[in-house]
Nanobody, 119 residues
Framework: QVQLVESGGGLVQPGGSLRLSCAASRSIFSIYTMGWYRQAPGQQRELVATITSGGSTNYADSVKGRFTISRDNAKNTVYLQMNSLKPEDTAVYYC?????????????WGQGTQVTVSS
């Protein structure tokens, strides 16, 4: 069992920045692909960014150039640096850990942290 705890959300003005953190409970964190997803009220959850155990990253087109995902395996923590925030970035942001094997897929979710971009 892996427990994920997000932090760093809050209220920020358009054009501002926030840094989200997600701390994992287990040291095997380093072998999981980590990701950030978000869900706005009444809308489906969407992928924001992922980072593999090898450090490869992937971003949604809507956040490319503004958001940066990173990980610190020694601290079992993944980050999402969000710059140039827009009102449409407002959502609950969820941390995700995923590991797929030939036997099964292991996937865990955090409880979510609210990000509100408004003037």
């Amino acid at each position: 069992q892996v427990q994920l705890v997000e932090s760093g959300g809050g209220l920020v003005q358009p054009g501002g920045s926030l840094r989200l953190s997600c701390a994992a409970s287990r040291s095997i964190f380093s072998i999981y692909t980590m990701g950030w997803y978000r869900q706005a009220p009444g809308q489906q959850r969407e992928l924001v960014a992922t980072i593999t155990s090898g450090g490869s990253t992937n971003y949604a087109d809507s956040v490319k150039g503004r958001f940066t995902i990173s990980r610190d395996n020694a601290k079992n923590t993944v980050y999402l640096q969000m710059n140039s925030l827009k009102p449409e970035d407002t959502a609950v942001y969820y941390c995700n850990a995923r590991r797929t094997t030939v036997v099964r897929t292991y996937e865990y979710w955090g409880q979510g942290t609210q990000v509100t971009v408004s003037s």
